[in-house]
């Protein structure tokens, strides 16, 4: 099993087309294109049984219809997802209600954030929020869509509420000892009973790679709707998210499994107005699972091997030697005569 800072997605920029070779496109497309092509792709990660196994994890996220996020397993289709990101944008009509638009082949959709929910099939109710930032401090300069605006806890709640704080300096690059932020929390401080919903909305809702070191904002505000049973809007924050990726080679696509959902509701795909008809294979997810048999590592150390692990026990158990650790002379003395059968 991988360990906890997965690296799998350095393979998918394998399976991304040539999307920009493709007859037709405008001089600007064919840069857009370029650059989403050095994009790894973030498909979301199914969940193993054993993740699952002697814990309320669903009981848990279902209070607040989350655990849709617990059955995502969906192939993937690769020039989908470049062409969505390509394109995709959000609107709003007289109302303030967004709708999320994109072209696939040259043909515009359009959905309601309330279609956009039903065929992802997530919640569009309850807190309306969106940033990228990590520290709970962001939550003070936030400013929402006047339409979807809805009170927001204060930073310290969500800090006491989530956080243990395990220190209040760190060390900077010249090895100076400086105060931490306050309110820039860290995924070693995050109380253990919040670890595993931490791995899924990690996965399947942020869905982004790198660094695991912080909890940011949103994250943290997921985590305290679930504890606290308060609906939490995720159509929202993916739209928002969707949206907000950059075009230049220097993020990763999120949500490619979901996004599949998407490309069968508006399948087939027509011809363009060349005629150009293209094609939208799927192809197997390649991310693996979060499960509970791997190895955790959550503060840079490194861990016992399993292998020696269980072989030091079975030494333990076989050999009638103390379980208490000795020094190696005592150990030489322990040790049972060997006798010569010859």
């Known amino acids: ?25 405008t001089p600007h497309r064919v840069n857009v294109f370029k650059g989403l092509e050095k994009c790894y792709v973030h498909e979301g990660r199914t969940i193993d049984p054993s993740f699952l196994e002697g814990n309320s994890i669903r009981q848990d996220l279902a209070t607040i219809n989350f655990d849709c996020l617990l059955d995502i ?23 303030g209600e967004i709708s999320v ?6 043909h515009k959709t359009v959905l309601s954030l309330d279609k956009f929910a039903k065929i992802l099939g997530i919640p569009n109710n309850g807190t309306c929020l969106y940033t990228d930032k990590w520290p709970l401090s962001t939550l003070d300069t936030i400013e929402q869509d006047p339409s979807y605006a809805t009170p927001l806890v204060s930073q310290e709640v969500l800090r006491d509420h989530l956080f243990i704080r395990t220190s209040i300096t760190r060390k900077n690059r010249s090895g100076s000892e400086v105060n931490k932020n306050p309110f820039g929390k860290e995924l070693n401080e995050l109380k253990p009973q919040f670890r595993k919903w931490e791995e899924v909305l990690r996965a399947n809702v942020i869905s982004s790679i790198g660094n695991r070191d912080h909890v940011n904002t ?45 490309f069968r509701a508006i399948s087939p795909i027509p011809p363009n107005s060349r005629g150009v008809r293209l094609d939208y294979p799927l192809i197997p997810h390649t991310f693996v699972p979060l499960s509970g048999k791997r190895v955790f590592k959550t503060q840079g150390k490194r861990l016992r091997s399993p292998s020696a692990s269980s072989s030091s026990s079975l030494m333990s158990e076989d050999d009638g030697l103390p379980n208490s650790k000795l020094a190696p002379l005592e150990y030489l003395e322990k040790l049972p005569t060997i006798k010569n059968e010859s």
Do not use: W
Request: hydrophobic share 40%.
């Open 218 to 262: 949103c994250l943290s505000y997921m985590l305290f709707s679930i504890s606290t049973r308060q609906p939490f809007n995720l159509a929202y924050y993916m739209a928002k998210r969707m949206a907000d990726i950059p075009l230049n080679g220097k993020t990763a696509l999120p949500y490619g499994m979901l996004l599949t959902r998407l």
């Open 101 to 106: 638009e994109f072209f696939i082949n040259e």
């Open 1 to 25: 099993m991988p360990p906890a800072t997965f690296s799998d997605h350095k393979g998918t920029l394998k399976y991304l087309p040539k999307h920009h070779m493709t007859k037709g496109l």
């Open 73 to 95: 397993d969906e192939p993937i289709c690769p020039r989908f997802i470049l062409e969505f990101y390509a394109t995709v944008d959000l609107s709003s009509d007289e109302d």
